[in-house]
Structures are given as structure tokens and as C-alpha cells.
């Protein structure tokens, strides 16, 4: 495998591998993949098959006559229990069924009659690339490796649509490297046995949202339960947030349940108002086995800390750079307690909670019910009259909201109710991003909107699934450092079965302004404490983001002076350096610089790694 520059290393958890075909030139081309401490796994000739790494622990590697299976990742499925599926397959298509039936967040490999199968997760968390290399397909975990390995360089125009705010789907789904294919989360890449000719399938679709919630808070339970239980099976010491928000307290009495020693950490906020540390000690009080971490407050990391010392290797870039070090700051003194994976409540608020764009359905099937809802959210997110009746009688197909939104990149923001019953929000440049970037970014978007098809025909389940995807995009690469830091990450709310249990409730059950997040408190109920169930809001830590922004102007400002960005004439440098020396100013706090520092960082570790950078813009 094509290595990461020595200063990024690779750490506990974080497995990453090409695979390859059972062919001559695939077998040279794998040279290029494996230096010192790669593991292989080869093809019954001998030829390798899958070239990376990962830790004894994080696979299950098994073969039945000419088939082969493989299951890198976090997955409690048994070798045996495997190798009986591996006997039953006839044909690839087979493996979506086993796919869809494994618990955890893993990678399945298969390979058959010389062909070979590869995805990731529905939810996006473990993604796959493919690029053709010297005759031969390869697929792999990482766009990285694959770029490096045919000296490609990243595309400006794919940047340019990176410093979008947001970058829509399915754009932001791409790799960096337009050579370098992304396979869409719900699908798999199958080479053929010539090695050469790749087709994606599709293997996941979501589940039609029409379950009662009191038939569904079962099944939700069960599968977080198994999701938490697939990290902890094992024993040892495990560690995880104890915020005292719903969601990560829920994944600490479920931690407390298993065999594993559990230490729970708590960041008190900044904010006076911010009530977090309350809510964790009542939860503490109800959990006496398990060790309950409370950390200085006033030793947090701050948004933007850090910036310019940033040195990880990452496939893309990510908004995830700026909470960085307040995401790993605590993970070393956790370790050195015993811990071997940190668990986390992220993709609570994604799939326990659901989009308000239910409602423009809704209102169409169930008028009365509907009507009744979208009065309280009127009142509880402050929507005026008319926005919210504009909001639901636009009936745009998502291809022609996508154009329509390529027009209007400059112009201001739509207000929040457009977004929240629309397709999603619409996005923007800022001052500082040039004419030539923009007339790139439009350009993509034009070109993407003329065939897209949006996740799924009810903008409520699209919205749900995008938001559940370009989270995952984020933790994928809070996994990558946290790993690289010494103790994995895991987010047991994005496992596949949790997003499937929670996505099947129905809407109107899973989002009201009149409950908050029912759909974990009925799953919790009985095993969280009804004490610490009626917590109604969450902590926003903004006072942690704009100290953030003032006391890291100095960085900022630095950040912009040899500006990536500004070489290949995507953004204006002296607009940014001014807003560095300005950081009071509008609009700042709303985080409209994140996409912008994203692939300014990213591109700073691209030239620390040695790998090649983009040219400027023709």
C-alpha cells in the first residue's frame, strides 16, 4: 500500500487496504501497495488478494471452495458462523443478504469465480474507491492511496465545489481525484473476472418509515444494544462520553450492561448556561461501576486550536479540522486508564431525530395531523406564515432545486424554514471565494443536477439520509486521527442495523415539536434512568466557538498568509487575511469559514506528506 508520510503513521483501528483480482498484472501492481508492515491476504493462487492494514482483531478472513469472504472492521460475526455463509454462496448478488444481516460497521469482501465484490456502509462511515492501474481494477478504502499510486493530482474544480457552504449531494460524494471512482455508501463495486470492467450494484436501500413507535422502540433498543455490545463483548476497559445529552448517555448505561469495565468522561462547558456536567452527575449517580471522568473545563481545546500544526493524511478535506483537538484532547489520559475504544453518542441527533420535511408530505396524506405539528414548529423554531406556506408549496423535483440553487450561489441565505421542509439547505460562496472558483462550483452543480436523483422520493427521508452521509464523511476522519492518536473511535448510533431500526419509525412519531427525541426515550425506557430521560434540549458550546475565533485570529491569520487556496486562485487572501484581523465580524460565528479552512488544511498536508498538489486553475 502506497504509505502515508512517516509523521502521520497509523494507530490502533485504523484499517485500511486495497484489493485486488486474481490476475497477473494485478499481482504487480500490487507491489505498489505494500512496503514494510503491510499484511497480505492472497488468492488460492497465491496472487494477493487484499494488501493494508489492520489489527489481528479487526478481521475474519474465510474460504469454501473457490469462494472467499472477508470482514475487516468492527463485527461480531464468528469464522465458522462465515465460512457456513462462504459454503451457501452461489453468486455475488448473494452477498447483499449477508450484508444487510451482520451487526457493527465493517467492510465485506468477497470473491468468487474470479470476480471480486467490495462496499462499505450504508451509513458512509467505511466508503470504497476503485481506479483502473496499469490494466487492473483496484478498489480500495482510502481515494489517497489509489491517487498516489497513479502520480495523480487533486482537481481544482472538485476543491472549488469543497469550499461550497454546503456542498450538496450528491457533490461532496466524489473523490478529490476525478480518475479516482467513489462508490455511492448504499453500493457495491464488482470487478469482473477480466480485471478490468467494474459495474456498481446496489445492496441497501431504507426501510419505508411505518412502524409505530411503540412497535419500533424495541427493535431500536435491541440493535444499540448490539451495536455497543459488538465494541464491548470483549472485556478490558472501554471508555465514553458522558455529555448528559440522551445520546451518550444512552451508549453509557448500554456499556455498563456488558462485560467491559466502562470510564465515562465528561467536558463541563464554558457557558455558565450550559447545563451538561448537571445531567452527566445525575447520570453518574445511577451507574456506580462505572469510573466518572470529569475534566477542567477551563483545559478544553477551543474551536481553531491547533490549525497550523495539523499533520494527519486525509483522503479529503473536512470541517472535522476544526474540532480536532477538542475531539482527541482527552483520548491519551484515557488510554493510559486502560481504555482500548472510545465510544461515543454522535449520530444521535441524525438518526433518533428526523427532518421536519416530513411534513411537506404529510400534509398532503394527513392534513389535520400535519397542520396541527407545523404550528408548533411554527412557534418553537419562530417560522413566519408565509415562509412556512411558500416552503410547502414548492413542489421542485430535486434535480431542478439543485439548478435553480447554482444561480443563486451569491445571493443571501435562504431563510430556515426553506430549508427545513425543503430538499435541504441551499448553498452558497462567500466574499473571499473568486469568480473562478465559482463559476466552477456552478458548473459541477449544473452538470450534477441534469441526471440526480435524490436519495429518496420523500425529501424528509432524502434529507435524513444526507445529513446521516455528510456526517459520517466527518467522523470518518475523526476516526482516522483518533486512531492515529492511540484510541480508536466508535460511533455506535451510525451502525447500519441502528440506522435502519430508527429510519423505519414512522415521522410523525420520530419528529414533533411537542417531544424531544421520542424515539430514544421509549428504546431507553427501563434502561436509562426516567431521571435522566427528561432532559428536553442539549448544550451548543457556541461560547466555546467564538473564544475559539478571537483567540485564534493569530493562526488564522497565519493560515491565510501562504494561502494553498489563493495560489490556485480559489479565494481572495486579502479577504481572508482581513477577516482573520476581524473576527467579531458577521457572520463569522455561523461557521461560514469551515469549508474554506477545511481545504486550506487539507492541501497543507498534502505538500507535508509529499503527495502531489493541484495546479492552479487554467
Request: hydrophobic share 40%.
Amino acid at each position: 500500500m502506497t504509505p502515508l508520510h512517516e509523521s502521520a503513521g497509523t494507530g490502533p483501528g485504523d484499517a485500511h487496504f486495497a484489493v485486488l483480482t486474481d490476475r497477473e498484472e494485478a499481482a504487480a501492481v500490487a507491489r505498489s501497495f505494500s512496503p514494510p508492515g503491510c499484511r497480505t491476504v492472497n488468492h488460492p493462487s497465491g496472487r494477493p488478494w487484499l494488501v493494508g492494514h489492520w489489527k489481528d482483531d479487526e478481521a475474519v478472513v474465510v474460504r469454501a471452495r473457490d469462494t472467499a469472504l472477508a470482514v475487516i472492521g468492527c463485527c461480531p460475526v464468528e469464522a465458522d458462523e462465515l465460512r457456513r455463509r462462504a459454503e451457501q454462496l452461489r453468486d455475488l448478488s448473494e452477498v447483499d443478504a449477508l450484508a444487510r444481516s451482520l451487526p457493527g460497521s465493517f467492510h465485506l469482501v468477497a470473491a468468487l469465480d474470479g470476480r471480486i465484490r467490495v462496499q462499505g456502509t450504508a451509513s458512509g462511515l467505511r466508503l470504497v474507491f476503485h481506479t483502473e492501474i496499469a490494466g487492473t481494477r483496484v478498489a480500495a478504502t482510502r481515494a489517497d492511496i489509489l491517487a498516489d499510486a497513479r502520480g495523480l493530482d487533486p482537481d481544482p474544480a472538485e476543491l472549488a465545489v469543497r469550499l461550497l457552504w454546503p456542498a450538496p449531494y450528491p457533490l461532496y460524494e466524489t473523490s478529490l481525484w476525478p480518475a479516482v471512482t467513489a462508490v455511492p455508501p448504499h453500493e457495491a463495486v464488482v470487478v469482473a473476472a477480466d480485471g478490468r470492467t467494474a459495474r456498481h450494484t446496489r445492496w441497501w436501500t431504507p426501510p419505508e418509515p411505518v412502524v409505530p413507535l411503540a412497535a419500533a422502540a424495541d427493535g431500536v433498543r435491541e440493535a444499540l444494544q448490539e451495536a455497543v455490545d459488538a465494541r464491548t463483548r470483549r472485556g478490558g476497559t472501554v471508555s465514553c462520553d458522558l455529555s448528559g445529552g440522551l445520546d451518550s448517555t444512552s451508549v453509557c448505561f448500554l456499556a455498563d450492561r456488558s462485560p467491559a469495565r466502562v470510564v465515562a468522561g465528561t467536558w463541563p462547558g464554558r457557558d455558565p448556561a450550559d447545563t451538561d456536567l448537571y445531567w452527566a452527575e445525575q447520570a453518574a449517580r445511577h451507574l456506580p461501576d462505572v469510573e466518572h471522568v470529569v475534566w477542567d473545563a477551563d483545559a478544553s481545546p477551543l474551536v481553531y486550536d491547533d490549525l497550523l500544526a495539523i499533520d494527519d493524511v486525509l483522503d479529503e478535506p473536512t470541517i472535522g479540522v476544526m474540532d480536532r483537538s477538542r475531539a482527541l484532547h482527552h483520548l491519551p489520559e484515557l488510554a493510559a486508564r486502560g481504555s482500548r475504544v472510545h465510544l461515543t453518542g454522535i449520530g444521535g441527533d441524525h438518526v433518533a431525530w428526523c427532518s421536519e420535511a416530513y411534513y411537506h408530505r404529510l400534509l398532503r396524506t394527513r392534513p389535520t395531523h400535519a397542520l396541527r405539528q407545523l404550528r408548533g414548529f411554527r412557534a418553537l423554531w419562530q417560522w413566519p406564515l408565509g415562509g412556512t406556506v411558500r416552503a410547502l408549496a414548492d413542489t421542485r423535483p430535486y434535480g431542478r432545486w439543485l439548478a435553480d440553487a447554482a444561480g443563486r450561489l451569491r445571493e443571501p441565505a435562504v431563510p430556515s424554514v426553506a430549508t427545513a421542509l425543503g430538499w435541504g439547505m441551499a448553498p452558497r460562496v462567500f466574499d473571499w471565494v473568486t469568480t473562478d472558483a465559482e463559476r466552477l462550483a456552478r458548473r459541477a452543480i449544473l452538470d450534477a443536477a441534469a441526471t440526480a436523483v435524490p436519495l429518496h422520493p420523500d425529501r424528509g427521508m432524502h434529507a435524513d439520509l444526507e445529513q446521516i452521509r455528510s456526517t459520517t464523511r466527518v467522523i470518518r476522519q475523526w476516526d482516522h486521527m483518533a486512531a492515529r492518536a492511540g484510541l480508536p473511535l466508535a460511533s455506535p448510533f451510525l451502525d447500519d442495523r441502528v440506522i435502519e431500526a430508527c429510519l423505519a419509525v414512522r415521522p410523525a412519531e420520530r419528529v414533533t415539536p411537542y417531544r424531544y427525541k421520542p424515539v430514544l426515550t421509549a428504546a431507553m425506557s427501563g434502561v436509562v434512568p426516567e431521571a435522566c430521560l427528561r432532559r428536553t434540549n442539549k448544550a451548543t458550546a457556541s461560547m466555546d466557538a467564538s473564544n475559539g475565533l478571537r483567540e485564534n485570529r493569530g493562526d488564522l491569520l497565519a493560515l491565510w498568509e501562504d494561502s494553498r487556496l489563493e495560489r490556485l486562485g480559489l479565494v481572495d487572501g486579502a479577504e481572508l487575511r482581513r477577516l482573520a484581523r476581524r473576527p467579531a465580524s458577521p457572520g463569522l460565528s455561523d461557521a461560514i469559514l469551515y469549508s474554506t479552512i477545511a481545504a486550506e488544511v487539507w492541501l497543507r498536508g498534502l505538500a507535508r506528506s509529499g503527495s502531489r498538489t493541484c495546479t492552479r486553475i487554467p
